[in-house]
């Protein structure tokens, strides 16, 4: 979810930060994060150090939760993309839990704009559905 987050975003023409392994630098360049921050045991000093002013919004596919909050600015939003590790609100700040899961038609179109040319996956591949489920209709 991470990646199409980063190319979403960009697409809108915010300027993105992403934080990842050192490894993943490249791929999250290539679909449009701006900004990369190595992954630490301290996610919000590390981005701090690059922008020391925090963000304006943040959407956490990787369940970092409370340790970035803090990294968003009065009048800014969170969204983490599983409610479990969504922080609560604080001052100023908006915090929204998206609940992730598989919806056909959705996937049907982002894969469809992955074909086309139109959004790319650094990770995604091809796999058969678990057994007894029925694959997603084309």
Known sequence: MGAFAVQFAAGTGARVVAI????????VRRLGA???????DEPAAAVRAVLPDGVDGVVDAALLGESIIDLVRPGGAFVGLTPPSTPAPRAGVATHALNVHG????????MDAIARGRSRSARWRPTPPPRGRPRMPA
């Open 34 to 40: 701006e900004i990369f921050v190595a992954r630490t």
């Open 20 to 27: 990842a392994g050192p490894e993943d630098e490249q791929a």
């Open 103 to 110: 919806d056909g038609r959705t996937l049907a179109t982002i």
